[in-house]
């Protein structure tokens, strides 16, 4: 086949969205489709051109104001509609789509092509977190148009899933997320490592992710003095230097990847995610995967990853004590912590990449036999605005 895949982000920024995409392309490559990726600029001159077989076209961009690494794409419709229309795919790949894939997703309509809409960020969660509540029902309109005018979503958790049906967006199925059993594996525990960030033999509390508003990690201050632990803060993003006040006894690692993530990560006694902000939350299931029992809440897609009382706790939104409580119980029960580590690993078995490549490759076949989606009222007004270069 012949795919445009559409990102909101892309390498060389590494997050949930760039890491599905990678995975991706790896499959892709493998079934030896074409591809091309169509992504915002990058200031960084090691960007690659090519990934996994794939040509890379940047789109001239500016930095999200308080989050330079993050890049928003600039331009028009018309733009991305002739780069569509020249490289004329069999289907269009909107990854995460809210600013660049909306207008690709009206591009690919006036084309003709179809689209499968990867709904992956909460973005309109997001705007209470970062101070501006009023743009929620604004961000929930461009979302709402984004997958009305999809010829399918893909929800990666039943949270999500529940959450566009009951918005009214039709044609929405779930598509979960692989993991790599290979290198995210218990065998990866490094007792080296442990004992450099725990010489006194404290039990490591360990999240990964960005440093960032919508991720809640000032929330695990309330761990900072569980006894005989040590918390450690695997990321980076705009609120490092905040966070790193706010938790003086933490460890803070910056960004890690490859083999250097996955032997941090196993090296875990317990894996935290406080954001109440997931989709889907890869990172949980890496931990799982690493042999590592989760606490996290109560709300998207830890929903699914995590089973209470057998492979970690969930814990009320908002309620910090739960969170301690729960962590508490696991810190101070070595032969429970054991019991759910097993659990965990064993629950992510056969979750793999290849899967869920194939499942993708269905999606697309799909959407390519069906006849084209017709706009609705709402995408009709939309498409109206789009014309005048919104």
Not at 221 to 236: E, S
């Amino acid at each position: 086949m012949r795919i445009a895949i559409v990102a909101e982000s892309f390498l060389p920024l590494m997050n949930g969205v760039t890491h599905s995409i990678l995975r991706v392309l790896e499959h892709l490559q493998e079934r030896g489709d074409e591809v091309l990726v169509v992504a915002p600029s990058t200031q960084d001159t090691d960007a690659p051109d090519e990934v996994y077989g794939a040509h890379v076209h940047r789109l001239p961009s500016v930095p999200l104001a308080g989050y330079a690494n993050v890049r928003v794409a600039m331009g028009g419709v018309y733009r991305v509609k002739r780069i569509l229309a020249d490289y004329a795919p069999d289907v269009v790949h909107l990854a995460s789509p809210f600013v660049l894939g909306w207008r690709a997703a009206q591009a690919a309509h006036q084309l003709g092509i179809p689209t499968v809409a990867i709904y992956q960020t909460e973005v309109p969660g997001y705007a209470g977190r970062y101070g501006v509540p009023f743009l929620e029902n604004w961000a929930w309109n461009r979302v709402d148009q984004i997958h009305l005018l999809a010829s399918r979503t893909l929800a990666p958790s039943t949270f999500a899933l529940n959450q566009l049906r009951g918005r009214g967006i039709p044609r929405v199925d779930m598509w979960r997320r692989g993991v790599d059993t290979q290198r995210f594996n218990p065998a990866k525990r490094d007792a080296g490592w442990r004992g450099s960030v725990a010489p006194g033999g404290e039990r490591l509390i360990g999240y990964v992710g960005r440093l960032a508003a919508e991720k809640q990690v000032e929330d695990l201050a309330v761990l900072a003095d569980v006894p005989g632990t040590r918390l450690v803060i695997v990321g980076d993003g705009p609120q490092r230097a905040a966070l790193e006040a706010a938790l003086p006894q933490a460890v803070f690692t910056g960004f890690l990847g490859g083999d250097d993530l996955a032997r941090v990560v196993a090296s875990f006694d317990l894996f935290v995610h406080p954001g109440e902000f997931e989709t889907f939350c890869q990172t949980i299931q890496e931990a799982m995967a690493s042999g590592v029992p989760v606490v996290a809440t109560g709300r998207g897609g830890p929903l699914d990853l995590v089973e209470n009382s057998r492979t970690g706790w969930l814990y009320e939104p908002g309620d910090l004590a739960a969170l301690r409580a729960r962590v508490t119980d696991l810190m101070g029960d070595d032969a429970k912590r054991r019991a759910f580590a097993a659990a965990a690993h064993a629950s992510v078995q056969g979750r793999t990449w290849s899967a869920l490549g194939a499942e993708l490759v269905a999606h697309y076949k799909a959407v390519m036999s069906e006849p084209a989606v017709g706009p609705s009222p709402l995408v009709a007004l939309s498409l109206t605005a789009a014309k005048q270069g919104f």
